[in-house]
């Protein structure tokens, strides 16, 4: 699968390295070119994922504010839910299309 934004291949990995949560594709945080991510300062908590970490997304000139994230540290109880450890994997917003 791949997400992309403006002609740029954000990320690349096989659909069975991705793992989907509440509606999301999360690529592995190996798959993901971090040239094109920005850490932002937005604070969120989920409830039940923890603490989030949210990236701008770079498009040449164009930034987009909070377009991707990821958990760094999740809770524990989280991973049972989710069937697996998605720690650092990164989601994206709508604007970065992702595809098979």
């Keep these: 699968m791949k997400a992309t934004l403006g002609g740029n291949v954000i990320a690349e990995a096989p659909k069975e390295d991705l793992?989907?949560?509440e509606g999301n594709w999360y690529f592995p945080p190996s798959s993901v070119?971090?040239?094109?991510?920005e850490k932002s300062p937005t604070p969120y908590t989920c409830p039940w994922k923890g603490e989030?970490?949210?990236?701008?997304?770079?498009?040449g000139d164009?930034?987009?504010?909070?377009?991707a994230w990821?958990?760094?540290?999740p809770y524990p109880a989280a991973f049972d839910r989710v069937g697996k450890d998605f720690t650092d994997y990164v989601?994206?917003?709508?604007?970065?299309?992702v595809t098979d």
């Design 19 to 21: 793992i989907a949560i």
């Design 33 to 37: 070119k971090a040239e094109f991510l």
């Design 52 to 59: 989030c970490q949210y990236f701008s997304v770079k498009d």
């Design 62 to 67: 164009t930034v987009l504010k909070d377009r």
């Design 70 to 73: 990821s958990y760094p540290h």
């Design 91 to 97: 989601a994206f917003w709508k604007e970065v299309q």
